[in-house]
């Protein structure tokens, strides 16, 4: 048994754990106790490891740098190659009891605990791939992260205040993020594209670009792991790819430019993919996973979707004609008879395509 008090052993992906007996199962949840601990978040860490497993990561070293009971970086050490050093980070004392007893009950010798506070850490180690996963906002950690990764170094955020991002609460994504958002249909892709952007901006102001690997939205948080390449042309190739999106609540219509227009543009986003199509063909749904369907389903979507910066709702377009959605399946098959189109993550009543909304009005009626 463990000797933490108020704790439980539990399994989570190939890897046994020590956790609080108070912690969340579902959506943010509300710190409970000390140290912190959300039973929802498996399915990220599942992709942690997949993501990590598809790269070549011989030798490197990886930092957990807000690491809690240390699940995401034990985890990484247990279930990638062993030939990793990974660094499992935080600054609560008692969460580093948490991560000291859970390398030892998977007895891993890649696996360092230490207590320190991100920021101060990162201002003296570099590491080849840093995990920033705050509860909130990643925006105080950002700039320390970025410096924190070493020149090819690879950077993975989590941000669960999805409601400024997605346009709840506008004003605050301004502060934050610097970028204007709004509530639509496809709010939750523009508030990941926002914070893609908002990334770019400060790396760009260390002279370092950002590339995509793969960025996404589920449950209750924004993710994204990126590469950092270091230089100011790969800068500047980034910050090319920033735009906005004209979009017109009234009519319904959007499109993506890259300069601001009037005053129904949002942004500025990141108008780029969100996916390195070689590492999304290369990554595998192992067996050990916990949340091993849900992975695949996910990564089928993710290899499809189209690199378009919005998507369209089918409930929306048929609301607009004041008419019953038709079947998403046959909607897509009709579209792909004039056009591209594909199911998208973001919704499972979501779907892109190249067509403007007037084609997509004239094919909906058709159907409807």
């Known amino acids: 048994m463990s000797g933490i008090p108020d704790s439980m052993h539990i399994t989570e992906g190939l890897t046994k754990l020590v956790v609080p ?83 030892r009950l998977n007895e891993l010798g890649n696996c360092h605990a230490l207590n320190s506070d991100m920021r101060c850490l990162l201002s003296e180690r570099s590491f080849d791939y840093v995990d920033v996963d705050p509860f909130g906002t990643p925006v105080p950690y950002v700039t320390s992260a970025i410096e924190g990764c070493k020149r090819r170094g ?77 230089s100011a042309g790969e800068a500047d190739r980034s910050l090319s790819q920033l735009g906005y999106i004209q979009y017109d609540p009234e009519t319904g219509s959007r499109s993506y430019t ?50 378009v910066p919005y998507f369209f709702d089918n409930d929306e377009l048929a609301s607009r004609l004041h008419a019953s959605p038709p079947p998403i399946r046959r909607l897509l098959e009709r579209i792909r008879e004039v056009g591209s189109a594909s199911r998208t993550h973001f919704s499972p009543k979501g779907f892109k395509t190249d067509l403007s909304l007037a084609e997509l009005t004239e094919i909906v009626s058709d159907i409807v």
Not at 154 to 159: C, D, E, M, P, S
């Open 21 to 103: 007996v108070a912690h969340s199962a579902r959506g943010p949840g509300k710190r409970q106790g000390r140290v912190f601990y959300n039973e929802q978040m498996k399915f990220n860490r599942d992709l942690t490891i997949m993501l990590l497993n598809a790269l070549d990561l011989s030798g490197k070293e990886i930092l957990d740098s807000m690491a809690g009971t240390g699940v995401r970086g034990v985890r990484i050490a247990n279930e990638v190659r062993k030939d990793l050093e990974v660094s499992v980070n935080d600054r609560d004392t008692e969460a580093f009891r948490y991560i000291q007893e859970n390398a």
């Open 154 to 230: 690879i950077l993975g955020v989590t941000a669960t205040d999805t409601a400024p991002l997605a346009g709840t609460y506008p004003k605050k994504c301004a502060r934050r993020y610097g970028a204007r958002s709004i509530r639509c249909p496809f709010g939750h892709e523009l508030g990941l594209r926002i914070l893609i952007g908002y990334l770019v901006r400060k790396a760009a102001e260390l002279d370092r670009g950002v590339r995509p690997i793969l960025c996404f939205y589920a449950d209750h948080y924004f993710r994204l792991y990126v590469g950092l390449p270091e």
């Open 258 to 307: 890259p300069e601001r227009g009037s005053e129904m543009t949002v942004g500025p986003i990141w108008g780029g993919s969100l996916y390195d199509r070689s590492v999304l063909d290369s990554m595998d749904v192992n067996e050990g996973l916990a949340e091993r369907a849900r992975c695949e389903k996910y990564l089928e979507t993710w290899r499809e979707e189209l690199d």
